[in-house]
């Protein structure tokens, strides 16, 4: 599970959500999209597509889950293979769905998916936070803008309290401009965190793709923000294969012990 998450509104994570999704999906490594934005989620809207049915078609039966039922809700996208479980089509839906039963639905993505890339909505709601701690990488995305910077710092001090570790945050920034004197490197030192991918500001690119609803990564290959989001890739899987490792030795010494 991959939770794309930032405590300020605008920076870009449904862009990132939806284009990694795209770029992680092959045949042998199934990716399903879920917009985890209860309210306002725009998922659809990045991939121009209309959903018939969402989430809270399957929050009430989230003990009592079947294939069928999941390829029922879930919807294709055609273009790029991925599968897509849409939000609620109205902000008001939005209570019909709480974080014990979305836990459940993402545990069960799991069974079918190799990976489940949850879109998380910018509020620490009960929703957001089963998907976080649920998640096996929690991608942080900020910008140049210190309101981001400084929600991106609160997070962060946040992480033990909610007893999440660090290992399991890959930090990212988005919309970089050279022109802006906030440097990368600057923000990772003063975070002890480092920034492991920085997307160009391409907004001649990014623009277009989500007004035709044509995700970027299905185009041309060569521009700079899609060779950025290739390393955000291999960042994802080597950081999670890392994890399992951990994880698997972290294993075999209890059972040693």
């Not at 605008?10 to 284009?19: E, F, I, K, Q, R």
């Not at 991925?82 to 039963?101: F, M, S, W, Y």
Request: glycine fraction near 4%.
């Amino acid at each position: 599970v991959i939770s794309v998450f930032s405590p300020k509104g605008g920076v870009g994570t449904t862009m990132l959500a939806v284009n990694l999704a795209i770029s992680l999906h092959r045949e042998e490594t199934p990716v399903v999209l879920v917009d985890g934005n209860m309210e306002f989620g725009d998922v659809m809207v990045f991939v121009n597509q209309q959903a018939r049915n969402s989430i809270v078609d399957l929050a009430p039966r989230a003990d009592e889950l079947d294939p069928e039922v999941i390829d029922e809700v879930t919807i294709l996208h055609q273009a790029s293979g991925i599968k897509i479980l849409a939000g609620p089509t109205r902000p008001e839906h939005a209570e019909n769905v709480n974080g014990d039963q979305f836990s459940k639905v993402l545990q069960y993505l799991c069974n079918f998916y190799s990976y489940v890339i949850v879109d998380c909505a910018s509020s620490l709601s009960d929703v957001t936070l089963s998907a976080i701690d649920l998640s096996d990488l929690i991608i942080l995305v900020t910008t140049q803008e210190i309101p981001a910077i400084k929600d991106s710092r609160m997070f962060l001090d946040l992480l033990k309290p909610l007893n999440i570790s660090r290992d399991r945050l890959l930090f990212v920034m988005n919309k970089h401009d050279k022109r802006i004197g906030i440097k990368p490197e600057k923000v990772s030192e003063n975070f002890k965190q480092e920034l492991k991918i920085v997307i160009p500001f391409e907004e001649k690119v990014v623009l277009p793709s989500v007004n035709r609803g044509v995700p970027f990564m299905l185009g041309e290959k060569s521009k700079p923000i899609t060779r950025s989001f290739f390393s955000l890739t291999e960042a994802v899987r080597k950081q999670l294969s890392n994890g399992t490792e951990k994880a698997s030795a972290e294993a075999k010494e209890k059972v040693a012990a």
